[in-house]
Nanobody
């Protein structure tokens, strides 16, 4: 089992920045591909960004490309999401997720590819 705990959410004005963190425990963090997802009220959970085992491979959805940066620190068992130039449409509950991988070139994009999920952290962007 992998336990994931997100933090760093909050209320921010449009154009502002936030950095989300996701701390993992229970298994070797560097063996897991990681992703950030978000879910707005009345909408399905959608992929935001994903990262491979070493951080060398990343994926971003079109809606956040150029504004968000995903990164990981395997020594600290922590995943990050730096969010800049925030927009009201970024308002959602943000979740981190983990999936066991054996190939450092793989990045998992789909929600169905993840086995472990955090409880989520609320991000609200005011206009």
């Amino acid at each position: 089992q992998v336990q994931l705990v997100e933090s760093g959410g909050g209320l921010v004005q449009a154009g502002g920045s936030l950095r989300l963190s996701c701390t993992a425990s229970g298994r070797t963090f560097s063996n897991y591909g990681m992703g950030w997802f978000r879910q707005a009220p009345g909408k399905e959970r959608e992929s935001v960004a994903a990262i491979g085992l070493t951080g060398g491979r990343t994926y971003y959805s079109d809606s956040v490309k150029g504004r968000f940066t995903i990164s990981r620190d395997n020594a600290k068992n922590t995943l990050y999401l730096q969010m800049n130039s925030l927009k009201p449409e970024d308002t959602a509950v943000y979740y981190c997720a983990a999936t066991r991988l054996w190939d450092s070139l793989v990045v998992v994009r789909s929600r169905q590819g993840y086995d472990y999920w955090g409880q989520g952290t609320q991000v609200t962007v005011s206009s």
